[in-house]
């Protein structure tokens, strides 16, 4: 897929008219190191995903330049924040440029009055928030991945928070922000056009289009943040159950229980405490007749989450909740960004220990459909389960996605032992996350809801969930991006450039 | 609704149970594998595939992860933003040279950047949560280590590595002064006027920074013992603990340095080290026991351990008010790699006159000074970028004195503190004027200034 030497000097020359030689990186490990993010991949097939170099710019006329000359050189151009991005999004599918945007992180402007601050997209929330803690304040895009991915990622996949109950998730915080275009020009995009506006209805609303793109409509070069006053109080309390059904009949009581400060609710599924019960010794006793877990959140000032928290105790108390106590609710929701992901919790059916990474699959799905699509999910890991130990099953959540519990943020989480991985597992796998994506559909639900769905396998229905928008998504692929030099590949876009397509 | 109905639920695969418990169903064990295999190495392995053979569980265990929890923690990657040179990078190169991708020529300059600090294992979830159960923890700092001695070994070298560590060898100590000559002739200047005895069964051990650079912290230490009515004498023949070549990735250089020194303590009938250097402090409770096993039967004792202890017992009591206001800089190896950080800050609280802001011990993963793990050796530039971070961070706290635990430490964040306006000072020079010791010896400073980098052909 890479460039051949002759296009590369020439390439590199050109850039050299932007960047310094020290932004510009072509060793092998500076491109094998940005060829893969945390989502398993054919790591045997390695080699096929890498950039031809990486850019390390620092504004966004860097940015607006590299993107120019690749334009007019015809090469792939591939956003890359975090690196933490579950769909393959920040991988290279055609070689090209890896935009790296990591060194743009720099908080360009505190508004305390009007409760925004602007930063480079390569900050990430928690570094942020740090800074904002001495005023009081805090930006509250909560995804498990909060200590490690960055603002300009969050745009490119228009994530989702876990206390977006309460604030929103960060299609609702980002106000606006500066835009490198596929050709190289710059906007300023927001709801209008305005910088700190969270509300306008003059001309389309393209905030949207320009978000969860995964880089396939250009690089958001620095972001425009809504901010809120850092919670005074946070109650979490985590509540066990001795069965499903009472445990996911608690979780939409609570989720339609409106109260204020309610930020979210978890449901832990079968399946996932028994993945928690691998540990119990390494961290939290989860004891034999707990079957499901629930967890609440409440942000808020200590007297409004207080009375809040004890009408959700009530409710939780009515479907026949057992309350873990304040130790391990406390501990658990602290530990909520960290307990993803430990590969040593994989094991073979047998039981041995190893090294798997974590993968999940997810989808919208409205609360009424959970247990139904529960049940397939699972059926489908067991299947591949029951072919090889590549595969382990770690279990079932599903977090509210809004304020009154009409849909919910399903994941299921799949070890996968890399080190086993071959064309053969690979090919299961893409089947499965196929297979995985018809069950939400079948469901009406939105697959791959959070992490966007551009990736091998469950790509191939987003025609399907879209419809006529997937046509529309070609038109604008087209309309904004002639030459196809963002990140090619992803999103089955390049329907948007084969003969016969509607011009 | 239920999720254990329908037809799966004869199927052992089908409903949720833990691996491993024992009152699984046997069936589990015994359904057929398609795919898994054991591992075998290639016919006629690379040499870097032999190497990432003893490392491939460890580094596909942060691969698997990649989630990079430790990246906003790592004192070079925060100042540099480089992916390549972040601690998950440094175990993803391991599987590519497992997969036969890439080779240890390919990868070995990217393994300069890092100060072994050590944050990113406390940051890992692998660690946090389940490492120690499963014995496996997340070891980062010996995966570089043991990538750096793989290249030395292989005769890849970094130029101004291969030339600190001729000159170490040359004169037995680090040529922490340029072109200074530093040797063995030189090694208990610092202590001049102080008289004190060589041999016996306790000796202090005084690392090259602070014998030849920064020779007020051995001062302050030797006279704090003296006033407490500690006995100990000084080495006899001192060589440079080999803990710089460990990291460094000159091991044998390293072992043939150890191995002098203990013989030396052997011949003076030395049974106890007393130890002010962090830095030594991880050589001799971490790699001469790697090197000599059960026959390293030497008592290892931290001086800001014994000092805390000393005023514990009232035998040492700090009396002249410091009008300062401090923060303290946790060094890496004693807070994150050792996990003490009590102790220092038992000893700034009893010292009366201080203003002490302190930064919690948790919060100083992410601080570094960046003096460590032979950054400073080959990448000055970054090792200063690092210390002015930690000093803006100092600086936000409104002090006009930053304390540290370190003597390599301490001419780095001395440097940026000249530009902050914030005195670096050693702890154990604090609490010599609290104790009303008038110290003497030299902060570094002009005299020496710059050497450590400047000098590096
Ligand atoms: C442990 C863990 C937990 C996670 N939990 C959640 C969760 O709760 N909620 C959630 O939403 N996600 C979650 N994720 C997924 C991931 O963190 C998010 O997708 C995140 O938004 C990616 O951010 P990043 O900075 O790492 O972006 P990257 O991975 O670098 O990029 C993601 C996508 O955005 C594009 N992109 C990057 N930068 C820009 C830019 N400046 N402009 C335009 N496009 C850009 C890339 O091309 C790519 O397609 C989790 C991931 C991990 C590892
Ligand atoms: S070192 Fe630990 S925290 Fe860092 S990427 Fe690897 S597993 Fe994650």
């Given at each position: 897929m890479t460039i051949a030497v002759e296009r590369l000097d020439e390439l590199v020359t050109a850039l050299r008219t932007v960047l310094r030689?020290?932004?510009?990186l072509t060793s092998k490990p500076d491109r094998y190191n940005r060829a893969r993010v945390p989502a398993p991949f054919p790591v045997h097939r390695w080699s096929e995903r890498l950039p031809d170099l990486a850019v390390l710019p620092t504004s966004t006329e860097e940015v607006a330049g590299v993107v120019r000359i690749a334009n007019d050189l015809r090469v792939p151009v591939v956003p890359r924040d975090g690196g933490t991005g579950l769909t393959d999004g920040a991988v290279p599918l055609r070689g090209g440029i890896v935009v790296d945007v990591k060194r743009m992180n720099a908080i360009k402007e505190l508004d305390l009055a009007n409760r925004t601050v602007t930063v480079g997209t390569g900050i990430n929330m928690l570094k942020l928030n740090e800074q904002l803690a001495r005023h009081g304040l805090f930006y509250p895009d909560d995804p498990a991945s909060y200590p490690c991915s960055l603002v300009g990622g969050r745009i490119g996949t228009s994530g989702w928070s876990l206390i977006g109950s309460r604030y929103g998730h960060t299609r609702d915080l980002v106000l606006s922000f500066d835009h490198v275009l596929p050709t190289g020009e710059v906007m300023h995009v927001g709801d209008g056009v305005g910088h700190k506006v969270s509300k306008s209805s003059s001309g389309y609303q393209l905030k949207h289009l320009f978000m969860g793109h995964q880089g396939t409509l250009g690089i958001a070069t620095a972001a425009t943040l809504k901010l809120f006053p850092k919670p005074e109080a946070e109650l979490s309390p985590f509540w066990a159950f001795d069965n499903y059904d009472d445990a996911y009949a608690c979780v939409g009581a609570l989720a339609r229980a409106g109260a204020a400060t309610f930020a979210g609710a978890v449901l832990f599924d079968e399946w996932k405490v028994a993945y928690l019960r691998r540990d119990d010794e390494a961290y939290i006793p989860q004891p034999g007749d707990v079957r499901a877990l629930v967890c609440a959140v409440m942000y808020g000032y200590e007297d409004e989450v207080r009375p809040a928290g004890k009408r959700l105790f009530r409710i939780a108390k009515e479907h026949g909740a057992r309350y873990l106590g304040d130790e391990i609710s406390q501990g658990d929701w602290a530990a909520r960004h960290d307990r993803y992901a430990t590969p040593l919790h994989g094991r073979t059916k047998a039981g041995q220990v190893v090294p798997m990474s974590w993968h999940c699959e997810d989808a919208a799905i409205n609360y009424t459909d959970l247990p139904s699509v529960t049940k397939s999910w699972h059926e489908i890991v067991a299947d591949l389960r029951r072919r090889t130990d590549v595969f382990d099953d770690w279990g079932m959540f599903a977090y509210t996605s809004g304020s009154t519990g009409v849909d919910y943020l399903t994941e299921i989480d799949v070890g996968i032992w890399e080190q086993q991985l071959d064309d053969r597992a690979w090919e299961m796998w893409v089947k499965a996350k196929r297979d995985l994506a018809a069950v939400a559909l079948a469901h009406h639900g939105s697959i791959s809801a959070c992490h966007g769905s551009c990736r091998e396998g469950e790509v191939d229905l987003v025609p399907d969930e879209l419809g006529r928008g997937f046509d529309v998504m070609l038109d604008i692929k087209r309309a904004l991006d002639p030459n196809n030099i963002m990140n090619p590949g992803k999103y089955l876009l390049d329907r948007a450039y084969e003969a016969g397509t509607r011009s | 609704m239920t999720q254990l109905d329908g037809p799966g639920a004869s199927d052992p695969v089908s409903v949720p149970f833990t691996p491993g418990m024992r009152d699984n169903p046997e069936e589990l064990a015994a359904i057929p594998d398609e795919i898994v295999r054991a591992h075998v190495l290639p016919p006629g392995p690379t040499r870097s595939q032999e190497f990432s053979e003893q490392w491939r569980n460890a580094a596909y265990s942060c691969f698997s992860s990649g989630h990079k929890f430790c990246r906003e923690v790592c004192p070079v990657t925060q100042v540099t933003r480089n992916e390549s040179w972040t601690p998950t990078a440094f175990h993803a190169n391991v599987v590519a040279m497992d997969k036969g991708e890439m080779t240890i020529e390919e990868i070995a300059a990217d393994y300069v950047n890092c100060t072994q600090c050590g944050a990113c294992e406390l940051r890992c979830p692998n660690t946090l949560f389940t490492g120690d159960f499963y014995r496996f923890r997340t070891r980062t700092v010996d995966v570089v280590k043991a990538v750096r001695a793989f290249a030395v070994e292989s005769g890849v070298h970094q130029p101004a590595w291969q030339s600190w560590n001729e000159r170490t060898d040359e004169r037995?100590?680090?040529?922490?002064?340029?072109?200074?000559a530093v040797s063995q002739e030189h090694v208990r200047d610092w202590s001049d006027g102080l008289d004190l005895p060589i041999g016996g069964e306790t000796v202090l051990f005084v690392d090259c920074e602070a014998a030849f650079y920064r020779t007020s912290v051995p001062r302050a230490v030797a006279q704090i013992l003296q006033l407490a009515g500690y006995e100990f004498g000084l080495m006899g023949n001192q060589w440079c603990c080999g803990g710089p070549a460990a990291e460094m990735g000159y091991v044998d250089q390293a072992k043939r340095f150890a191995q002098h020194n203990l013989d030396d303590w052997r011949s003076t009938g030395t049974k106890r080290l007393l130890v002010l250097d962090p830095h030594d402090y991880i050589s001799f409770t971490e790699d001469y026991p790697k090197y000599f096993g059960a026959d390293f039967d030497i008592e290892v004792v931290l001086v800001v351990e014994l000092f805390a202890e000393l005023i514990r017992e009232g035998k040492l009591t700090p009396r002249v008010p410091v009008e300062r206001a401090i923060t303290y800089h946790d060094p890496c190896r004693l807070n994150k790699r050792k996990g003490i950080w009590k102790e220092p800050r038992e000893i700034l609280r009893s010292i009366p006159g201080l203003d002490f802001k302190d930064v919690d011990r948790v919060t100083q993963w992410s601080y570094c000074s960046g003096g460590g793990g032979g950054l400073p050796v080959e990448k000055p530039e970054l090792t200063a970028a690092i210390s002015a971070s930690r000093l803006e961070n100092a600086a936000r706290l409104d002090v006009d004195t930053l304390v540290s635990a370190c003597p390599w430490s301490e001419r780095p964040l001395g440097e940026a503190g000249e530009a902050a306006d914030i005195d670096v000072v050693d702890i154990h020079e604090m609490l010599a004027e609290s104790l009303g010791i008038e110290v003497g010896g030299s902060?570094?400073?002009?005299?020496?200034?710059?050497?450590r980098g400047g000098d590096r052909s």
């Open positions: 030689d020290e932004q510009i | 037995s100590h680090e040529p922490v002064l340029g072109q200074t902060r570094g400073g002009s005299e020496g200034s710059g050497a």
